[in-house]
């Protein structure tokens, strides 16, 4: 590894670890280590947003998709792009309104029990625990993400390269809080997109004019049995549903909608909508031409790579400048960074806010419930590191599971509580048990990969979602209504969006 590249790598994490502190000086008080005062401007939080959810996954597991399946990916990108759109739309502004008027909760289960005044405290220990599963899989997802860069541009090993990511990740979050998390993911952001539309262009540029992609890929169709240009191939009504279906994932998303309750203004979320939609179709336009292009350049320039999710960074390594190729690890290690530090922050809110101050010290003063925050951060960071260890995983693969695990979760269960007023504190219980433990079960009967009577599996996201919804519905009409204070709630949530 050039010289000039670990310098420039090293300016980055040193940034990183810079923002760490100072946001560290600013951060007194839980609020502001949770949710950053509720002070952010609408480009922090859409970048911020963009970027805790584009994580390790869109610059090498997705590249790396497309590089070995080709066009018939496409879906994927479609099914997130429109579902980010739509979560905009019908979540943001609700829900950061609603926080506000729902007892200034900081958290997703801390929303749910003051959206239905649940005294019980079931709802608050059931979103707890779902969070600390999901989130624990998710951000090991990053960390082999992390492991894999380290092994393939550095030559180190896989292990170190994950302890090395979880301890640049792990410092900057422990000490910054939610003002470090979201001002590094704005960085990292910047510098994502740089690199997804240099990256293409400059490949582009290479294969050179003489070169047909469309017959390249055609070739490389024949050799592998892959239609690479068509966006059907391989696929089939549930295969392509399960791609779109990505998009339900983001109304459940506590790491992204987290973004939505800490804008300064309600009035400026249309700003931070078209700028993180313009942002993310860019990037994942980006990601997806990088495999593709990647997939031609490498069939011609010493054959297939050994693992495709790598094909960013061998990119970065054999066509660019030592400085521009720090920049290019720089900007996957900002993809991985800014995911993980986001999931650490949300599960230490769960644990801090959700359960320590709740069940154990209700009279803790600011300065302790930083400090638990900070060890949940380092304590659900290395339970993370332990799954991630074994290295036999791909980063989508991985995602994939934990993205329809918080999708089914609480997708339909924030969705329905932000635009139904008849919807109990039962149904929501009903809605959040059900989501969960049908993508648990799911995923242990192996109906991911291959559903009884089918050669195909079915994503999970689907069935989990679907299923939260119906029990929502049919709960709530079962069970008694809500009393009037929780309705005159929704209604002033209401007037207010309407104003």
């Known amino acids: 590894m050039d010289a000039l590249t670990i310098i420039t790598l090293g300016i980055y994490m040193a940034g990183m670890l810079a923002i760490g502190y100072w946001s560290y000086r600013k951060t007194k008080t839980l609020d502001g280590y949770m949710l950053g005062d509720r002070d952010l401007g609408p480009a922090v939080t859409a970048l911020s947003a963009g970027a805790s959810d584009m994580s390790g996954w869109m610059v090498m597991g997705l590249p790396g998709a497309f590089y070995a399946l080709g066009m018939s990916q496409v879906w994927l990108p479609v099914g997130l792009s429109i579902g980010a759109y739509i979560n905009y739309l019908v979540v943001a502004s609700r829900l950061r309104v609603y926080t506000e008027i729902a007892d200034n909760a900081i958290t997703v289960p801390d ?8 005294k019980s405290r079931i709802l608050r220990v059931i979103s707890g625990l779902f969070i600390l599963i999901f989130f624990a899989v998710y951000a090991a997802s990053g ?17 170190t390269g994950l302890f090395v990511t979880l301890a640049v990740i792990v410092a900057y979050t422990l000490f910054g809080g939610f003002l470090a998390v979201s001002t590094t993911d704005f960085v990292q952001g910047c510098i994502m997109f740089v690199a997804l539309v240099l990256v293409p262009i400059v490949v582009f540029t290479n294969i050179g004019g003489d070169i047909s992609l469309a017959e390249e890929l055609r070739k490389i169709g024949e050799a592998t049995d892959v239609n690479m240009l068509n966006i059907f191939t391989g696929g089939t009504f549930l295969s392509i549903l399960g791609l779109l279906a990505w998009g339900l994932g983001y109304f459940g998303q506590p790491h992204i909608i987290v973004r939505f309750m800490a804008i300064r203004d309600v009035k400026e979320m249309k700003i931070a909508r078209r700028i993180n939609i313009g942002w993310m179709v860019v990037g994942l336009a980006g990601a997806g031409a990088t495999g593709i292009l990647g997939a031609v350049y490498f069939a011609n320039h010493g054959g297939a790579l050994p693992d495709p999710e790598t094909v960013l960074i061998d990119f970065a390594a054999v066509l660019f400048h030592p400085i521009i190729t720090g920049f290019i690890l720089a900007a996957i290690l900002a993809a991985i960074m800014s995911t993980v530090s986001s999931q650490l922050l949300v599960t230490s809110s769960a644990i801090t806010e959700d359960f320590y101050r709740k069940f154990f010290r209700r009279d803790a003063s600011d300065k302790e419930l930083v400090l638990i925050g900070r060890l ?109 204070k929780i309705k005159v709630k929704f209604d002033e949530m209401e007037q207010r969006i309407k104003s």
């Open 376 to 484: 949940a951060v380092l304590a659900v960071g290395l339970i993370a590191a332990w799954i991630a260890f074994g290295n036999n995983q791909t980063v989508l693969g991985i995602v994939s599971h934990a993205w329809a695990g918080f999708g089914a979760t609480f997708g339909a269960v924030i969705l329905v509580s932000l635009h139904w007023k008849q919807m109990t504190q039962k149904g929501a219980i009903a809605g959040v048990v059900t989501g969960g433990l049908t993508v648990i079960l799911w995923l242990s009967l192996g109906w991911d990969a291959k559903f009884p009577g089918l050669n195909e599996g079915i994503y999970e996201i689907i069935p989990g979602f679907l299923l939260s919804l119906l029990a929502i519905y049919v709960v709530s009409k079962a069970t008694t209504q809500p009393d009037e």
């Open 143 to 159: 960390l082999v993400a992390g492991g894999k860069l380290f092994e393939s541009a550095f030559g180190a090993s896989y292990h």
């Open 111 to 118: 929303y749910l029990e003051n959206r239905f005044a649940d």
